[in-house]
């Protein structure tokens, strides 16, 4: 199983409707939000088969703001060896 990093973005004036998304969506608790800190954003870090299937962590509605990124861990050896 694939990890992606899950990003949804939102306007200052939005965060609350979108935060209640969420929260009716049922995946509020699965996103760090930084909107305290005025940065208007939720992530994500969630296993999934592909990226589409990752988005469905998002509501619907938001999901073409929104974004998954293929997380991949390297360790050194594999490092080197796509630097080669």
């Not at 995946?27 to 208007?40: A, I, K, Q």
């Not at 589409?52 to 999901?63: C, D, F, G, T, Y």
């Amino acid at each position: 199983m694939n990890r992606y990093l899950v990003e949804s973005t939102h306007a200052a004036e939005d965060c609350h409707h979108v935060v209640e998304q969420f929260i009716f969506h049922g995946h509020v608790m699965n996103f760090d939000w930084g909107c305290e800190e005025g940065v208007h954003s939720g992530w994500a870090i969630l296993e999934s088969e592909n990226e589409a299937m990752a988005l469905l962590a998002v509501p619907p509605h938001l999901r073409s703001k929104s974004r998954a990124i293929k997380l991949t861990k390297f360790t050194p050896e594999k490092f080197q060896h796509i630097h080669d």
